[in-house]
C-alpha cells in the first residue's frame, strides 16, 4: 500500500477509504498486513481520483457505475447507457408556469433540431427545470439563443461519440463515457471561461 | 414572510437561513414579528435559488459575490472579472511531469487560437489540472481533439458574450456573468447529453 501510495501521490487514509467504500478492489494478501497490488489497482485508484476531483462525483455515484461495471447481465448497450444515466443526476423543476413554459420551450428545440424527446432521461429533466429557473430569474435573452448553444452542444456531443467509435471492450467503453461525460464537462465548461476572457476583449476594447 | 415564501414557493426555514447567511436583505420591520418584503427580496431569493439549484454554486461563493456587487469600491469591468473568478472555483493540479504537460499542452493550444494566458487566473489552473488527469487516465484521445473542443467553447463564449453587450446596470451585469456562468455550464452540460443521445444514433445505427 505505501508503494500504491508512491505511484499515485493519493494518501493512504484515502486508498483506504477507497477499497472499504468498494471503489477499488482490496489487495491479493500475501501475509499479515501486506497484500499485492497490481497496475489495475494504479489505474483504478487514478480514475477514482479524476472523478472525483474534476468529475464532480459523488462516492456515492461512483460506486453506483462501478456496481453496473461488475454487473455481467448488462449488455455493453445497456451498460452504456445506465452509465451516462448514473452520471447524469436529474433535478427535477418545481410544478408551475415556469415548468410548463420551459417543457414547451424545450419540445420546440428538440423538435427543430431534431433530438430524441426522452422525457424520463436526468437530461430532460434537467433541461426543463434550467430553462424554468432562467426564465424564473429573467434571462429570457438566454432562452432566446437557446437553439445556438444547443447548436454548439451538438458539436460537441459529435465530438465525443466520434471518440468511443472503436471500443470493443465493455469496461473500458464505461470508463470513456464516464470520464468523458463526467471530467469533459469540467474541460468544455473551463474552455469557455479561457474562451470567454478573449472573445470579451475583441467585443468590446 | 408568509407571502414571499407562497410567491416563491421556498421554505420559510431557506428564506430565514438565506437572510441569516447575508444572501438576501431582511425585512424592514413593521411591528413586532412583522416586516415589509419588496419585489427586489422576491427578485434575490429567486436568484439565490437558481444559482443553488441549477448553478452549482456553494452558499459560501453566493456570499462572496453579494459582497462584491454591495462593494461600491469596485468599477463596474473589475466587478464582473472578480465575480467572473469567485464562480470559477479553481482547483489546482499536483506537480509532476502530467502538469508539465498539461501546461505545455494548454500553452500550444492557446497560443494557436489567439486566446489570451493568464496563468493565475482560476480557469488557467483548472484547465491544466483537467487535461493532467485526463492524460493520467489515459484518455489521450481526449486531449488528441482538444483544439475541437476549444473551437466549440469559443462559440458558446461568443454566444455568451453577445448577450451582456448593452446592459447598463452595474448589479443586473453581475447577475448576468453569475447566471450566465454557473447555470450557464449546466445549460451546456445539459443539452450535451440530450445531443448525445440523438448523435449515438446517428453514427451507430
Do not use: C
Not at 60 to 73: F, G, H, S
Not at 93 to 115: M, Q
Request: without cysteine.
Amino acid at each position: 500500500m505505501a508503494e500504491l501510495n508512491e505511484t499515485t501521490g493519493i494518501p493512504i487514509p484515502t486508498i483506504k477509504y477507497y477499497i472499504r467504500e468498494g471503489l477499488v478492489a482490496p489487495g491479493r494478501p500475501t501475509g499479515r498486513n501486506q497484500a499485492d497490488y497490481t497496475e489495475e489497482h494504479v489505474r483504478r485508484l487514478k480514475l477514482v481520483r479524476a472523478l472525483v476531483e474534476y468529475g464532480g462525483l459523488s462516492i456515492a455515484v461512483i460506486r453506483d457505475l462501478i456496481a453496473q461495471v461488475d454487473n455481467p447481465e448488462l449488455e455493453a448497450f445497456d451498460l452504456l447507457a445506465a452509465a451516462q444515466k448514473t452520471v447524469t443526476q436529474a433535478k427535477d423543476p418545481r410544478p408551475g408556469p415556469y415548468k410548463d413554459g420551459a417543457e414547451r420551450r424545450l419540445h420546440d428545440l428538440l423538435a427543430k433540431r431534431g433530438w430524441r424527446i426522452r422525457t424520463g432521461d436526468p437530461a430532460y429533466r434537467t433541461a426543463v427545470g434550467v430553462l424554468a429557473a432562467l426564465d424564473e430569474v429573467g434571462r429570457q435573452d438566454m432562452l432566446d439563443v437557446l437553439d445556438d448553444y444547443a447548436e454548439a452542444a451538438e458539436r460537441i456531443a459529435e465530438i465525443d461519440l466520434g471518440l468511443i467509435g472503436d471500443v470493443r471492450d465493455r469496461d473500458r467503453a464505461v470508463e470513456i463515457v464516464v470520464i468523458g461525460t463526467s471530467v469533459g464537462d469540467t474541460l468544455v465548461a473551463t474552455l469557455r471561461r479561457l474562451a470567454q476572457a478573449t472573445v470579451g476583449e475583441r467585443l468590446y476594447t
